[in-house]
């Protein structure tokens, strides 16, 4: 019975030795849009949120990135699906792009504001950092909405203390060479514009987010 016993305690020691130890994941991205972030009307590898992945390997970051992102999306409901996504991929960095569609549709400002407000709250809560992607609407709306509407960016970052691209279609939506035939998504050229556009503001954020 003795030599059983050391045979088993042996073998157990083996198996402590030779077992791989499990390395961390990489630190996560987190990406909650609308048809701007799934990449409407262009190729996948084509969406800004591909051309990231691309960008990170080529400068030495580990980050994934997780694309949770919806065609349709509200903030309204991009909020009501964030808890999930936090909890199931522990984001060191949240990018939310979403308010287009609040919008178009012509919802209050003030719901949209409360909406993204949370959604950087809950983002915080779980620890990562959060940057807010800025929208400007068409003039056709009329030059009240659409200055409340370009204001609301502003003040959740001012008062949240997220970090803020200003306006992520700049140099994109008021060329018709980087829009589709729609009008409102943008095409490959773009989609790499609006990347040059979001770089500047998120890459102070992958620092000391490990990865790198």
Do not use: C
């Amino acid at each position: 019975m003795r030599w059983l016993l050391r045979w088993i305690l042996v073998s157990a020691i083996g198996l402590l030795v030779v077992a791989p130890v499990a390395s961390a994941a990489p630190p996560a991205i987190l990406v909650v849009g609308d048809s701007i972030s799934t990449g409407y009307g262009v190729a996948v590898e084509e969406s800004w949120v591909a051309k990231l992945r691309k960008r990170l390997a080529a400068r030495g970051y580990a980050h994934r990135v997780v694309n949770a992102s919806v065609s349709g999306d509200t903030t309204s409901s991009g909020l009501a699906r964030l808890p999930d996504a936090l909890a199931q991929h522990d984001p060191a960095v949240v990018i939310i792009e979403l308010g287009g569609n609040d919008g178009l549709r012509g919802q209050p400002a003030s719901a949209m504001a409360d909406n993204l407000a949370e959604m950087v709250e809950q983002s915080q809560a779980a620890g990562a950092r959060a940057l807010l992607l800025g929208l400007r609407l068409p003039p056709n709306y009329g030059p009240a909405y659409t200055e409340q509407f370009a204001e609301v960016y502003r003040k959740v970052a001012e008062r949240s203390g997220a970090a803020l691209v200003p306006r992520m279609l700049e140099g994109v939506g008021e060329r018709r060479d980087r829009m589709q035939g729609d009008g409102i998504h943008p095409n490959a050229s773009g989609h790499s514009r609006i990347l040059d556009n979001i770089w500047p503001h998120l890459r102070p954020l992958l620092e000391g987010s490990g990865g790198h």
